[in-house]
């Protein structure tokens, strides 16, 4: 295994931003196809990583709040409701066009969503999982 001058292994750079003044620690992508259903709202997604997720401005949630909502996927106008997946996080920016949530956990079908809506979005085979 090869590391770096930094010490870190080339695997445990794998989805970091390449930003180095960037606060965010992974790679963002577009959140086009995704929509999260929070505090009794629907919000398209912005942006995603396996970090957080960023979408348009919820009035409801506060700084330091934690959240449960769900990442539902969309084709056109439907709401793939039967793939939709619950996750928690909580509210580390909210401002007068973003509300942006840290994921408290990234679980196996957390990370395989994100993967899987990559890959769909680059049009590539999502290699990692199946």
């Known amino acids: 295994m ?3 001058a930094g010490g870190h292994t080339a695997t445990s750079r794998l989805g ?3 930003d180095a003044s960037d606060r965010r620690t992974f790679q963002r992508y577009h959140g086009q196809g995704l929509v999260a259903s929070v505090a009794k709202r629907l919000a398209e997604i ?3 990583s396996v970090g957080g997720v960023r979408f348009e401005r919820h009035p409801d949630l506060a700084l330091g709040e934690t959240v449960a909502f769900q990442l539902i996927p969309r084709h056109g106008r ?3 409701l039967n793939d939709a997946l619950s996750v928690v996080g909580t509210v ?3 401002d007068d066009k973003w509300t942006r949530i840290q994921f408290q956990a990234v679980k196996y079908t957390l990370a ?3 993967v899987r809506h990559i890959a769909h979005l ?3 085979k999502p290699f990692l999982v199946k």
């Open 78 to 80: 439907n709401l793939l």
């Open 112 to 114: 395989k969503m994100i």
């Open 122 to 124: 680059s049009g590539t």
């Open 92 to 94: 580390v920016g909210a």
């Open 46 to 48: 912005d942006d995603i």
């Open 16 to 18: 970091h931003s390449p």
């Open 2 to 4: 090869t590391t770096s």
